[in-house]
C-alpha cells in the first residue's frame, strides 16, 4: 500500500509545454513537499504546502486538503526542467511518492 | 550549496561491517532528517532528530541507529551491513519541525556495501 501516489511516472513534454505532475495522498498529513532532483542525485526542495497555492518563477504548486491532492504545474517548460519530481508528505513521519522524471525536448 | 554538509560522499565497504555517515546541518537549523534512496525502493524516511531528540521513526532498521549530538551535528551508523543496504544516504534539516519549515538536502553519501 502506497501512502503517496504520483502520476504520471514518466513524462516527455516539448520545450514551452505547460506541465502537470500529480499528488495524491492517503494518510493525514501537516504539510507536503515537492522535491527536484537531478541526475547526479542531489535534492532541492522546491514548495513546502499546507494550504492553498504557492508560486516560485514558472513553478505553481496547489493543494486540496479536503481532497487529499497537489498538483505541481511548471509554465513554459525548459530542458533544465528535466529532472525527477518527487512529492512528499510529512505528519507523523515521512512518506514519499516514487517520482516523475521530466524529459523535456529542445 | 544548501548548507547541509555530508561526509563522506562515497564510500565501499564489505558485508558485516560497520559504517557511519555524519551531517551537519544548515547554521541555526534544529532538525535532522535521514532518508534511504535506494533504486528499488526509492526514498524512505528514516529518523528525524531535533534539538538533540529523537522526534521521529520511520523505517529504520535494528542494525541502523542515529544521534544528534550537542552542536547538532548527527551520525547514522549501520552496521551488520547488508549487500541490500547499499544506497545513497540524504541528510536533511530545517529550522523547525517539517511541517512547518522548507527542507533543505545534503549531496548525499553513497555506500556500496561489496
Known amino acids: 500500500k502506497n501512502e503517496v501516489e504520483q502520476s504520471p511516472q514518466n513524462l516527455t513534454a516539448q520545450e514551452g509545454e505547460f506541465i502537470t505532475i500529480n499528488c495524491s495522498y492517503s494518510?493525514?498529513?501537516?504539510?507536503l513537499h515537492w522535491l527536484q532532483q537531478h541526475p547526479g542525485g542531489g535534492i532541492v526542495s522546491l514548495f513546502m504546502?499546507?494550504?492553498g497555492k504557492k508560486k516560485h518563477g514558472r513553478l505553481i504548486a496547489t493543494i486540496n486538503i479536503q481532497e487529499k491532492h497537489s498538483s505541481l504545474h511548471i509554465t513554459a517548460s525548459h530542458p533544465r526542467d528535466s529532472a525527477v519530481y518527487i512529492c512528499a508528505v510529512t505528519g507523523n513521519q515521512f512518506y514519499f511518492g516514487t517520482g516523475t522524471s521530466l524529459t523535456v525536448i529542445p | 550549496d544548501s548548507g547541509v554538509t555530508q561526509t563522506p560522499k562515497h564510500l565501499i565497504t564489505a558485508t558485516g561491517q560497520r559504517v557511519t555517515l555524519r551531517c551537519s546541518p544548515r547554521s541555526g537549523d534544529l532538525s535532522v532528517y535521514w532518508y534511504q534512496q535506494s533504486l528499488d525502493q526509492g526514498l524512505q524516511f528514516l529518523i528525524q532528530?531535533?534539538?538533540?531528540?529523537?522526534?521521529a521513526k520511520g523505517n529504520i532498521l535494528e542494525r541502523f541507529s542515529a544521534q544528534q549530538f550537542p552542536d547538532l551535528h548527527s551520525e547514522l551508523n549501520l552496521s551488520s551491513l547488508e549487500l541490500g543496504d547499499s544506497a545513497l544516504y540524504f541528510c536533511?534539516?530545517?529550522?523547525?519541525?517539517?511541517?512547518?519549515?522548507?527542507?533543505?538536502f545534503g549531496e548525499g553519501s553513497r555506500l556500496t556495501v561489496l
Open positions: 536533511a534539516s530545517s529550522v523547525g519541525l517539517a511541517s512547518i519549515g522548507e527542507l533543505f
Open positions: 494518510v493525514g498529513i501537516s504539510a
Open positions: 532528530y531535533y534539538n538533540g531528540e529523537e522526534r
Open positions: 504546502l499546507s494550504s
